[in-house]
């Protein structure tokens, strides 16, 4: 069985920085494309970053230019890296998991980002 493992959330101030990670439990990495969702209360789940198979990466514009979806296979680890953080950016942030040649569709449990002053 495939998990994703995520980490990095926590609390910062407006303008940090902060990397989240998901691990992945099988070395699949490289049969998955991977992206990033977010979910704030009575909210539906938004697509923040997500990668594209031979393509580039395809970001929400809230986030243009300040956040990148990075991936290292060695590590079997995808990271969302966070600059410039904002209030509005606060959330549960999700990694979702879809193979490429399969129907594989799995997520990780969720890491909590809050952007306060």
């Known amino acids: 069985q495939v998990e994703l493992v995520e980490s990095g959330g926590g609390l910062v101030q407006p303008g940090d920085s902060l990397r989240l990670s998901c691990t992945v439990s099988?070395?699949?990495?490289?049969?998955?494309?991977f992206a990033w969702y977010r979910q704030t209360p009575g909210k539906q789940r938004e697509l923040v970053a997500a990668?594209?198979?031979?393509?580039?990466?395809n970001y929400a514009d809230s986030v243009k230019g300040r956040f990148a979806i990075l991936r290292e296979n060695a590590e079997n680890t995808v990271y969302l890296q966070m600059n410039d953080l904002r209030p509005e950016d606060t959330a549960l942030y999700y990694c979702?998991?879809?193979?490429?040649?399969?129907?594989?569709?799995?997520w990780g449990q969720g890491t909590q980002v809050t952007v306060s002053s």
């Open positions: 990668e594209i198979a031979e393509k580039s990466p």
């Open positions: 979702n998991a879809r193979g490429i040649f399969t129907e594989l569709d799995i």
């Open positions: 099988r070395n699949i990495i490289r049969l998955c494309t």
